[in-house]
């Protein structure tokens, strides 16, 4: 009897070793190397004689770069910020993965999106972790109970993709989840590396061959991104993270790949009894729950992708009772943090180092652009003295570490956005060029960090002497 070869993988990166040891020498994760077999042969067989493609394969036809191209006609599904984030609505042959923690709204948003589609197309909605019932019983409970929608119940991908190649073959396909999948060609379990990468493969090489599209779900690990082999991410067209804070009723929708559209593209929805809701103004959300101005909050006018949000970001500033005071930050980078009380220190003469700094973002959204330097420092600012933001006003900019503040890209459009909500004024890097797209709001341009000090401090002697740490007292 043949020995089976066996390898060892991975199971977080990926990695094929020798022999199993406790901890993978790639990523460094420990217990996370399975044993697998080594060579099973895939569900399209072998490749070519031998299995390595003999003297009989086939060549390549070259062609050049510049022949016609049909136009993509792309599938919109009706809900404008799913449609926003996919680039425009589903292309045909293309393969979605969708992300995000356990209970945010993947299978609810899915099946929205089904029941839009099947209106005007054949859709399919394969679960492998449900059964029919809880299916039908979350239908009802949306509203989408009578949409024509294909439903089953499967983990198994060769019953699956068999129904595919059918003559009544769907045009839309929805597999929840990915991890779920499994082939019989491998001996491996649901979920492991092998699996994950096999199953992926096959239903993307089916859906390039039959012209269909494939939304994936995928499920996240603990540090938040998509379970499985890392090559996942790079086999789809379209990934999409699903984002939300347990204590929020919105969740936001972002883009981190598009083949088919642009990348960093945000989508808002709001959780409601009935399913997810389309937020058409996000802006106006985030900044509902804003009542008078009060010291440590500052409008940051933000860019998600292509559209300009305004949110409110919070500092406290506080005398700490440790040795080494706490700085804790939600929905920013810590070492931004870091990196902007440094400057303020060491520019402005301004001192954090007896004092707990805690820095939010309101909503539960997470900022990434070094274009909230300049409101992140106003906050700090304004919490430390007690003394408002002006009211009415927004504020962005980047901050160098020579403490000057530096021009960020679109700036007409955050402005806009800021004089459409109501704004009335703006602290912005000194760009008056773009500054004339602003209409009626008046902006102050802030060329350094030490003309956002005189803001809070030129006017209060008491505050300008907190900022300067006593010195003039």
């Known amino acids: 009897m043949a020995r089976k070869n066996t390898r060892y993988v991975c199971q977080s990166c990926g990695a094929v070793h020798p022999r199993w040891s406790g901890r993978c020498d790639a990523c460094g994760e420990w217990n996370s190397i399975v044993e697998e077999i080594a060579d099973s042969a895939p569900i ?44 425009g609505g589903l292309v045909p042959g293309s393969a979605l993965l969708v992300g995000g923690d ?73 597999i929840d989840s990915i991890q779920t999948m499994y082939i019989d060609a491998l001996d491996s379990a649901p979920g492991t590396v092998a699996q994950v990468r096999a199953c992926a493969q096959e239903l993307i090489r089916a859906a390039k061959r039959r012209g269909f599209a494939v939304l994936l779900v995928g499920h996240v690990t603990k540090e938040g991104t998509i379970a499985g082999p890392r090559v996942l991410e790079h086999m789809v067209d379209t990934v999409l993270y699903f984002e939300g804070e347990r204590g929020h009723q919105f969740r936001i929708l972002r883009a981190v790949k598009n083949r088919f559209g ?7 929805f709001e959780m409601t009894g009935k399913g997810l809701a389309e937020v058409p103004n996000p802006s106006r959300l985030f900044l509902s729950e804003r009542d008078e101005p009060v010291s440590g909050a500052v409008v940051f006018a933000g860019l998600e992708g292509s559209r300009p949000v305004l949110v409110e970001i919070q500092a406290l500033v506080a005398p700490s009772p440790l040795g ?72 962005f900019g980047e901050i160098g570490l020579s403490g000057e503040v530096r021009p ?8 806009k956005e800021a004089a459409k909500l109501g704004f009335s004024r703006a602290l912005a890097p000194r760009l008056g060029r773009n500054a004339g797209g602003a209409g009626a709001l008046q902006v102050r341009g802030i060329g350094d960090i030490a003309d956002l000090v005189m803001i809070f401090g030129d006017k209060a002697p008491a505050a300008r002497a907190a900022l300067l740490g006593g010195a003039e007292a």
């Open 408 to 415: 960020v890209a679109q700036t007409e459009a955050r402005l």
């Open 102 to 174: 356990p209970g945010i709204g993947k299978s609810t948003l899915l099946l929205q999106v089904a029941a839009a589609l099947g209106a005007e197309t054949r859709v399919a909605y394969v679960t492998g972790e449900e059964s029919v019932d809880q299916v039908r019983m979350r239908a009802e409970r949306l509203g989408v109970a009578k949409a024509p929608v294909g439903l089953a119940a499967a983990t198994d991908l060769t019953t699956i993709l068999s129904t595919l190649n059918g003559p009544d073959a769907p045009e839309i396909v929805v």
């Open 324 to 395: 080494t005071p706490r700085r804790a930050v939600i929905g920013w980078d810590g070492g931004r943090l870091a990196m902007v009380l440094a400057v303020l220190e060491a520019r402005a003469g301004i001192h954090f180092s007896s004092n707990d700094v805690y820095l939010n973002v309101a909503g539960g959204l997470r900022i990434s652009e070094p274009a909230a330097d300049l409101a992140v420092a106003a906050a700090l600012i304004s919490s430390l003295t007690g003394r408002p933001a002006p009211q009415d006003s927004v504020v």
């Open 262 to 268: 642009p990348t960093d593209e945000i989508g808002v």
């Open 44 to 87: 399209g067989g072998k490749a070519g004689k031998g299995g390595k493609g003999g003297g009989n394969a086939r060549r390549l036809a070259l062609v050049a770069l510049d022949g016609e191209t049909g136009q993509v006609a792309r599938r919109r599904t009706g809900i404008a910020e799913f449609d926003r984030v996919s680039g």
